[in-house]
C-alpha cells in the first residue's frame, strides 16, 4: 500500500493554487495599442447615435460667437484671436465638457467595474475614450474655422494647422475633462467642473488678450487650450513665424502627456475603490 502526499491530490489547496497560477499565465494583459484601439472602436460606434446633435451644439455655440464678436472686432490680431479661440472653444466642448460628465456618470454606476475587469491597461481605457469624443470635434471644428475666416477677412491658406492642433489641444483638454470626472466625488460636480473649465476655455481664449487685466492673462496662460488658440492665430499673420507656431504645439503637446498621465492615475484610483 503506497502513500501519496497530499500536495498532488487534485482536491489540495497547492494543486489548486498551481492549477489557478497555470491559468494566469495562459491568459497574459492586453498589450496597450490591440487595446486602445479597441476600445476607441467600442466608444466610437457608441457615441455615434449623438454625434449629430453634438456637432450641432458645439458648432453652433461657436459660429455664433464668432457673430456677435464681429460687431466689435473689425480685423487685424483680436480678428485671428477670436477666430482661433471659437474654432478650438468646439474641441474644449466635447474634450472637456462633455468627457467629465461620461467619466463622471461612468464612475457614479459602477461602469469602471465593467473596464476593471477586462484585462485593458487603463491608459488605454482613457485614451480610448478621449480619442473616440475628440474625433467627433474635427467637422465642427473645420467648419467653424472657415466660417470665422470667410466673416473676417482672413486667409484660408494655412488652415491645414488644424491637423495638429485639433489632436494636441484636444489631448490636453480630454485628460483634463476625464480627470474632473474621475476625481469628482458626484457625477453632478463633474458637470459642474467641465461646465467651468468650458467657460474658461470661452472667456479666456475667445476674447482677445490685448484686452484683458494682466492678472487674468496669467490665468488665460495656464489654460491648456491658450497654446493651441496662439498656434492657429499665428498662422494667420502674412509671414507666420512657424518657430513661435511648432513652440506653442509643443507645449500643447507636453500638457497633453502630464494631463492624459493624471487621468489615467485618477483612473486607476476610481477603480481600486
Known amino acids: 500500500m503506497s502513500v501519496v502526499p497530499a500536495e498532488v491530490l487534485p482536491g489540495s489547496a497547492l494543486a489548486v493554487e498551481e492549477t489557478v497560477r497555470g491559468e494566469a499565465e495562459l491568459g497574459p494583459r492586453a498589450r496597450l495599442w490591440p487595446s486602445l484601439v479597441a476600445v476607441y472602436r467600442a466608444q466610437l460606434s457608441r457615441a455615434r447615435v449623438a454625434r449629430i446633435p453634438l456637432l450641432f451644439v458645439a458648432t ?155 492678472p487674468v492673462r496669467f490665468l488665460r496662460d495656464l489654460l491648456p487650450s491658450t497654446y493651441g488658440v496662439e498656434a492657429f492665430a499665428r498662422t494667420f499673420e502674412p509671414h507666420p513665424d512657424w518657430a513661435f507656431v511648432l513652440g506653442d504645439l509643443a507645449v500643447c503637446a507636453g500638457v497633453g502627456v502630464v494631463s492624459l498621465a493624471v487621468a489615467t492615475w485618477a483612473y486607476r484610483r476610481a477603480a481600486v475603490r
Open 60 to 214: 453652433f455655440q461657436s459660429v455664433g460667437i464668432m457673430i456677435l464678436m464681429r460687431g466689435v472686432v473689425d480685423g487685424g490680431g483680436e480678428a485671428q484671436s477670436v477666430v482661433a479661440g471659437s474654432s478650438v472653444l468646439v474641441v474644449a466642448f466635447v474634450a472637456l465638457n462633455l468627457l467629465a460628465q461620461y467619466f463622471g456618470q461612468l464612475r457614479a454606476s459602477g461602469g469602471l467595474d465593467h473596464y476593471a475587469t477586462l484585462p485593458v491597461p487603463p491608459a488605454a481605457v482613457v485614451l480610448g475614450a478621449a480619442g473616440a469624443y475628440a474625433s467627433f470635434t474635427v467637422p465642427g471644428t473645420v467648419v467653424t474655422a472657415v466660417f470665422g475666416c470667410v466673416l473676417f477677412g482672413l486667409p484660408l491658406a494655412h488652415l491645414w494647422v488644424l491637423i495638429a492642433v485639433i489632436p494636441l489641444a484636444g489631448a490636453a483638454l480630454a485628460g483634463l475633462g476625464a480627470a474632473f470626472g474621475l476625481l469628482a466625488p458626484r457625477p453632478e460636480l463633474a458637470t459642474v467642473l467641465g461646465q467651468l473649465g468650458m467657460s474658461a476655455a470661452l472667456l479666456l481664449g475667445v476674447l482677445p488678450a490685448d484686452r484683458m487685466p494682466e
